[in-house]
C-alpha cells in the first residue's frame, strides 16, 4: 500500500504542464469544432500560468462554477496554480469564427493534500455557462467523460468508465494522510488534461481529473464529486451544493 501511494501523489504533478512527454497510450480523445451537443464545453477553460523567471508557460483545464452573486469562478488543480494569489489567464473554447477571448483571473482558495484550487475570473459577462453538479454520487460503470488541453489542444474530449473510488484513499488512510475521497476511471490522461472536469451522460460534474495512474498507466486519479463540493462550501463558506448519498 505504501507503494501504491507513492505512485498515486506522483501521479498528481503529471498531467499538467505543456513541455512534459505525453502518454503514448491515450485513446478515445477527439477535437470538437460543433459544441452544440454538449453543453459542458461552454462551462470549460484551458487556464495559463506563465512561469517565474522564465518565457514557459503551463497549461491546463478547468471549470466554471458560480457563486450567489453570479460571479464566475474557475476550479482546477492545485498544482497547476500552486499558491492563492497566483495570477491565471483562462480562455473559452473558440468561437464559430475560431477565435478566444482572454480573461484574467487570480487564485483564491487553493489545497495541496487534495490537489485543488479555485480561480476568481474576472470580467466574464455572459461567455461562460456554469457547470451542473450532480446529486447523486457516481458509481462503478458509469460513462464519463473529460474535456481538456490534452498536449495543448483544447478542448479535447476523452471518455472512460467509473472503476472505483476507495483504492486512493485506503492508500492514504494507511500512510496515516487525510485525503479527501478520489475518483478513479479509465480516462486515459495526458499533458494538459490536469483540472478538466469529469462528467456524465447527462452533463453533470462528478469530479476532476487530477493524473494518471503510474501503475496502470491508461487509468486516471481525480478529486470525487464529494471532494470537490466540500472546498467549495468550505471556501464560499456556504453549503451551495449537496449530494445525495
Known amino acids: 500500500m505504501k507503494i501504491l501511494f507513492t ?21 478515445n480523445i477527439s477535437q470538437h469544432n460543433n459544441y452544440s451537443n454538449d453543453p459542458v464545453y461552454k462551462s470549460v477553460v484551458q487556464v495559463f500560468i506563465k512561469e517565474k523567471d ?6 491546463g483545464a478547468g ?38 477571448k482572454e480573461y484574467d483571473g487570480k487564485a483564491v482558495y487553493t489545497n495541496r493534500k487534495d490537489d485543488i484550487c479555485v480561480i476568481r475570473a474576472y470580467h466574464t459577462g455572459k461567455q ?28 479535447t474530449k476523452t471518455d472512460g468508465y467509473v472503476i472505483g473510488d476507495d483504492l486512493a484513499t485506503a ?11 478520489k475518483l478513479l476511471s479509465s480516462i486515459a490522461v495526458t499533458t494538459g488534461n490536469s483540472g478538466g ?4 451522460k447527462k452533463y453533470q460534474l462528478v469530479g476532476m481529473l487530477q493524473g494518471s495512474h503510474k501503475e496502470f498507466e491508461h487509468s486516471s486519479i481525480g478529486a470525487h464529486i464529494e471532494t470537490i463540493v466540500n472546498h467549495l462550501n468550505k471556501y464560499f ?9
Open 7 to 27: 505512485i498515486i501523489l506522483f501521479s498528481f504533478i503529471s498531467a499538467c504542464i505543456h513541455y512534459h512527454t505525453h502518454n503514448s497510450g491515450v485513446t
Open 54 to 59: 522564465s518565457n514557459l508557460v503551463a497549461t
Open 63 to 100: 471549470f466554471v462554477i458560480r457563486n450567489i452573486n453570479n460571479n464566475s469562478y474557475i476550479v482546477t488543480v492545485q498544482h497547476l496554480c500552486r499558491i492563492r494569489g497566483q495570477v491565471v489567464t483562462v480562455m473559452p473554447v473558440p468561437d464559430n469564427n475560431n477565435l478566444r
Open 128 to 155: 461562460f455557462l456554469p457547470i451542473k453538479i450532480t446529486t447523486e454520487l457516481p458509481k462503478v460503470g458509469d460513462k464519463v467523460y473529460t474535456i481538456g488541453a490534452a498536449v495543448r489542444i483544447f478542448p
Open 171 to 181: 492508500a492514504a488512510l494507511n500512510m496515516k494522510i487525510k485525503t479527501g475521497k
Open 197 to 200: 472536469p469529469i462528467y456524465n
Open 237 to 245: 463558506k456556504k453549503k451551495l451544493y449537496k449530494i445525495t448519498k
